[in-house]
């Protein structure tokens, strides 16, 4: 949405302090009522609701409930508050809207004092909802009264959103760069300070492999299936392919790790010195290098076979890595966790009080094994968990995504969280002055065409590091970590993300923005 767009209608879009100088107090000579509601996709049932009620008033206010209030389904709002204003205020029969910050209208009802209330039918339905009654109760104190729109027209905005989500993902986005001054400049200008940020990246490194072959077929006397080997590809997984996405986005990436006595070994410090990547390998001769080989027969992964030794890297290697991490010149430290020996309960503490001071602290556990804990990088710059690292953490299955990522946010005591929502995007949590309304904001994935989702995490990762670091603005950050995922997500395997990459996304997403 233009600005042209929003200034046509941000007259109508009041405080509540504004309404209440307009309105004036009781008793007044124009009728004023209001209708309060969540209002996330505004459907016919919502018009009917607001043309019924203007009706029987002067003055039609729609109140929006807050952001941060709205927990009845998983990602909701769908719609963020400020873009649910502009399209209440776009309709003619409504006069004011206003964005009620609490969790209820009692506190506006008692301080606005509206003449009549005007409710949907469904909450007379059956008999009075304790809710409900509260506010008949503020109503009746000062002479208001309620009244129930008739059902004639019943929609649900819930299930519009889960049937078909409305695609709004430019709008949204657009609200959320206006609402925190930020350019499409800006947001180019942030990937050209990322260039020559040095990085230390600390965890463990993966050997991925595919196996390609062909079925022969299964065996006749016992169920075993039979494959010809055609051919084997390797790539650098784990820690060290988040080094190589960093060293691509154009950071000064060093890498600690631990590898096997073994030729994956060797074929992995070749790998990452062509990258470009400073390696301070401990090499460990009574463990493999981790080696994760896929299977795959007619375009099936049939199985994955994995040469790993889980246990803990030794009091001694501990020591070493402590060492590389306190005199290694940097400006980030990330601890990449995948749970392979190099982070567990005894050696995560000893490694980040060896962090220097200054440094920007980032964390990722991507661990699909139940071990694996987010919150134990407890008061980090950042970390970015996915859905389920989140409800391991909290042990929480139920909550919705929104109250989960506040809590979890609350317990890992970061600054910034961004919780990776797979094809629905991501919402971020940073710290704010308690009684700020911008705790949190969403951005929708920015997929096109799907090929391969693998890596997008890592993507995210290493550009919304950087570009915290650079700009120091975890909406560029944010931003920016999402389109490097999207444009991850687009093409086949996990190849590092470069930034002329991001910057054609940005100028696709641009143009979809000045349409016209």
């Known amino acids: ?21 307009i309105i004036g107090p009781r008793p007044r000579e124009r009728k004023v009522i209001i209708c309060h509601g969540a209002f996330d996709v505004v459907h016919p049932g919502h018009v009917r609701h607001l043309l019924y009620a203007k009706q029987k008033a002067d003055i039609l206010v729609a109140s929006l409930t807050a952001d941060a209030h709205i927990v009845k389904a998983n990602v909701r709002p769908y719609v963020p508050q400020d873009l649910r204003a502009i399209n209440l205020a776009a309709l003619e029969v409504v006069d004011y809207v206003i964005i009620d910050p609490n969790p209820t209208p009692l506190e506006n009802l008692r301080h606005l004092q509206p003449d009549l209330f005007a409710k949907g039918y469904e909450y007379q339905h059956g008999g009075m909802h304790p809710k409900t009654a509260e ?36 709008e949204k986005l657009m609200m959320l760069m206006s609402a925190e001054n930020v350019t499409f400049r800006d947001l180019h200008a942030g990937l050209d300070a990322m260039q020559g940020i040095r990085v230390h990246v600390v965890g463990d490194t993966i050997v991925d492999s595919l196996s390609h072959c062909a079925m022969i077929g299964g065996m006749t006397k016992t169920p075993t299936i039979s494959v010809r080997f055609e051919n084997r590809t390797d790539f650098v997984g784990g820690a060290g392919i988040v080094s190589k996405h960093l060293r691509a986005a154009g950071a000064e990436v060093t890498f600690s790790t631990v590898l096997g006595a073994d030729a994956l070994k060797d074929f992995v410090l070749d ?22 080989n896929a299977i795959v027969a007619g375009g099936y992964r049939l199985l994955k076979v994995d040469t790993l030794d889980n246990r803990s890297v030794s009091e001694s290697q501990v020591a070493k890595l402590r060492a590389q991490i306190a005199t290694t010149p940097t400006d980030v430290v990330v601890f990449s966790d995948f749970r392979h020996g190099v982070f567990n309960r005894n050696t995560i503490a000893p490694m980040v009080e060896a962090i220097p001071d200054g440094v920007l602290r980032v964390a990722d556990s991507q661990v699909a094994s139940r071990w694996g804990n987010i919150l134990e990088f407890s008061g980090f710059d950042l970390i970015t968990p996915n859905e389920h690292e989140a409800r391991f953490a909290l042990a929480d299955q139920d909550s919705v995504v929104r109250p989960l990522a506040t809590e979890l946010h609350r317990q890992a005591k970061c600054k910034t969280l961004m919780m990776k929502l797979g094809a629905r995007g991501m919402l971020t949590y ?60 687009e093409s086949d395997g996990n190849m590092p993300v470069t930034p002329d990459d991001v910057r054609a996304k940005l100028t696709a997403i641009e143009r979809l923005v000045h349409f016209d």
């Open 271 to 292: 790998d990452l010195a062509g990258a470009g990547v400073n390696v301070l390998p401990l090499i460990d001769d009574t463990r493999p290098t981790t080696h994760k």
């Open 1 to 21: 949405m233009d600005e042209e767009s929003r200034r046509l209608v941000s007259h109508k879009i009041k405080t509540r302090e504004e309404l209440a100088s």
């Open 135 to 170: 506010e008949v109760s503020v109503l009746e104190a000062y002479g208001g009264q309620i009244i129930f729109t008739p059902g004639d027209i019943v929609l649900s905005s819930s299930y519009l959103i889960e049937s078909q989500p409305p695609n709004i993902r430019v």
């Open 430 to 489: 940073r710290t704010r002055p308690e009684g700020d309304p911008r705790t949190f904001f969403a951005i929708d994935s920015f997929v096109d065409h799907l090929k391969d989702a693998v890596g997008a995490g890592d993507a995210l990762l290493s550009y919304a590091t950087l570009s915290l670091k650079a700009t120091g603005d975890d909406v560029v950050a944010a931003i920016l970590g999402s389109v490097a995922a999207a444009v991850e997500c």
